[in-house]
């Protein structure tokens, strides 16, 4: 069974930098790609970051570019997210996923068919 467990979230100041991690377990995770994604209070889920297999590529949405860093350790069976510039809006729930399917890209309409339970970053002005 796969698990994905999210860790490194909490309260910061604008401004500040945060790095989240996701340990998994349960399949070989050197195979697939992962992805974080966050969801605010009363928003949708919004995609934030991918990576794929081999770790060679990553994906950010335009917003995220330059202050996002996703990277992952498969030695480690460990995805992470680097998070720098921190700003209010960055606050939300953000959790780690991992995709159906073998050697993915890090396409972020991938099939994330597992998810961890989530871990919460707060900012403050």
């Known amino acids: 069974q796969v698990q994905l467990v999210e860790s490194g979230g909490g309260l910061v100041q604008a401004g500040d930098s945060l790095r989240l991690s996701c340990a998994a377990s349960?399949?070989?995770?050197?195979?697939?790609?992962m992805g974080w994604f966050r969801q605010a209070p009363g928003k949708e889920r919004e995609f934030v970051a991918a990576v794929s297999w081999s770790g060679r590529n990553t994906y950010y949405p335009d917003s995220l570019k330059g202050r996002f860093t996703i990277s992952r350790d498969n030695a480690k069976n460990t995805v992470y997210l680097q998070m720098n510039s921190l700003k209010p809006e960055d606050t939300a729930v953000y959790y780690c996923a991992g995709d159906r399917n073998k050697y993915g890209l890090g396409d972020p309409n991938a099939p994330y068919d597992y998810w961890g339970q989530g871990t919460q970053v707060t900012v403050s002005s």
């Open positions: 349960g399949r070989t995770f050197s195979n697939f790609a």
